[in-house]
């Protein structure tokens, strides 16, 4: 008689590893299993569930599986039924879902009302921080502000930082703290309990931890426990799983802090480094073998990962063929960039194996309206329709529609305030209660508003610039609309006063002009972003095998393709300046970008311009030097030619020696030029550059060779 282990092999055609084997057949007690890119394991995982049944004779209904998204939970159930058709259905959910049913058993008989996922009562989370933050400003939030308020809530909450100390939090913007705590003053003095997706968390932990009868009742539902995906997991949700095995401590966590790129919503990757100290009899494994990529993809995401510190040692490898090299371009611009990916495209006899891949999705916008006009199929993982309902977008064609209709004075007052007439709050309350007729709308103000010296000179001069705006091309009105009638100025101010990332709103700005390029009127111009957020929209809703994938790294994490071309590899965006100051930042940087990597199976091109990402230098320095590695082929590499001299180059001249930065030294950045150090503690150098003054790790600087000595400091 075959083994369990046989059995599945002749009857499905999976044939486990001997890690996996063991994985499987360890089934009591706590276990951490570290599992690789393409390490096969959540096929581990169900075959861990089968053995459970059929080898250790559990009943399904005493299996509980917890994902970190609803889709992963809908691709183990699937993959569970498909394995084990005859088997009874098995407990598999998000930890959020599970949350909501401990929440719902500790409310029994009480009163409460979800302000998350649903309208009731017209109440809902999102409306209730857009009116309390209109309150306290005056103004309407933007999307921008309001995702981050509501990231800003998310990440307390997850974190199960106490009120107390809310008040040393940083917060994403002025005044984010405060409207906190109005939300949460607001809900738990309303006439029922509102509950938001995030005290689901944190009411299910505290239930279990104050009501033991509760408690008990879950401990007693499940005899074994599995989570998945437990790199993305906070402390607040493995809080609430370490409650429900404090009994049996039956729990297999499978989870790889390689991967681990959610910080940022509360995840805790530190959790597993510290996972024997909360189990002291867990048993750790490694599933590091890759079913997924080439040698050569395979060999240099293990090396370049291994810079990271902070991570359990591991070492991932792969029998599959060496394969062909990764493809690093160093390009002349972004405009050549997109040049070459379409070219590539171009070559390509189908798409539905293809990924491009990016940081941000603003970096998808002038790509997909290329692609849109070849009638290339494609699909979004992660679109994001914001771009065409963001402010900077809505002001912009506000301004432009003004000047060829002049009359509508409410078009102008819905961005006057953006311009440079220094309209008071009055004035602009006044402007909102003109209707619009006939007239110039500058005549109507003159007749309804009360306006000072300067601003009827300004509106003169404002005239005029609308006047012009009306008969350029976009590319060239947009410029007019930064420049003469002070959008610029106001941006800058707007950034500087909300907390706002000037390069993010800059790289708006550019990628309307980008777009506003191809057209030669307004109209034409305007249509077009109506007709792309359709599309965008689209892109998101259908997908089938034959289209492109467009994603963030963040979004394609589980996913695979045979060609990956990862895009605007440049320092700001990966990793970004913040990223660069913080170690811990810059490592998850790393690992972003190692998630990135590994979603290639056989070609993998690294595209960058300008300043070229300190991630594509050290791979590139990896493969290099790859003649020291374990690998038996040594992996090549293609580069495209040097780039213009307007980029910045590498510093070959960097400095080396940590000593050597001392308080009174003069420096040079590679990326914020020459600079002087005013001071030095510890690790920490506060530099004072040309227009800003940064604080900066020495053991980065030179990690990363970003500094080069103009001048010692001066001996005492």
Known sequence: MKDFFGQKEQQLGVRLNRVQRKAVERTEGPLLLLACPGSGKTTTMIMRIGYLIEEKKVSPSRIKAITFSKASATDMLERYHKFFPELAPVDFST???????????????????????????????????????ETENQEAITDDQLEELVSFISYVKNKMIPRDKWKGLKEPFPGAKEIFKTYEAFKENYNVRLVDFDDMLTLANRALEENPILRATYQDRWDYIMTDESQDTSLVQHAIVEKLVAKHQNLCVVADDDQSIYTWRAAEPTYLLKFRSVYPEAYVMKMERNYRSSGTIVDLSNRFIKMNQQRHDKNMYTKQAQGEPIVIKRLASEDAQWKYLIKELKALDHYGDTAILYRNNTSSTLLMTELERLGIPFYMKDADNRFFSHWIVEDLLNFMRFSLKPERVDIYA????????????????????????????????????????????????????????????????????????GYDQMLARRAEKFGMKIQYLEKILVTLEQMAEQHATITDFALHLKKMEGVTRQAKATKTDEMLTLSTFHSAKGLEFERVYMIDLVDGI?????????PDLLEEARRLFYVGMTRAKKHLELISYDTES??????????????????????????????????????????????????????????????EIVERDGERLTIQFEKQRKELLADICISHKLLELIEPAPQK
């Open 614 to 675: 300190l991630f594509v230098q050290e791979v590139r320095q990896l493969a290099l030097s790859s003649g020291s590695s374990n690998t038996s082929v040594k992996p090549t590499i293609k580069v495209a030619p040097p780039p213009p001299k307007n980029t910045v180059p590498e510093n070959e001249n960097a400095l080396r020696e940590n000593e050597l930065l001392t308080k009174g030294a003069k420096i040079r950045h590679r990326v914020f030029g020459a600079g």
């Open 95 to 133: 930890i959020h879902s599970l949350a909501f049913q401990i929440t719902r058993d500790h409310f029994a008989g009480s009163r409460y009302v979800m302000i998350e996922g649903n309208e009731s009562q017209g109440l809902n989370k999102k409306r209730l921080l857009r009116e309390m933050y």
């Open 574 to 582: 990966i990793p970004t300046t913040d990223d660069t100051e913080q």
């Open 414 to 485: 819905k961005f006057a305030s953006k311009t440079s007439a220094y309209w008071s709050g009055s004035q602009l309350r006044a402007l909102t209660k003109i209707q619009p007729g006939t007239r110039h709308a500058f005549d109507e103000i003159m007749r309804h508003v009360e306006v000072k010296d300067y601003q009827q000179k300004l509106l003169i001069q404002q005239r005029k610039s609308f006047e012009t705006v009306a008969r350029l091309a976009p590319l060239a009105a947009i410029r007019k609309i930064r420049s003469d009638l």
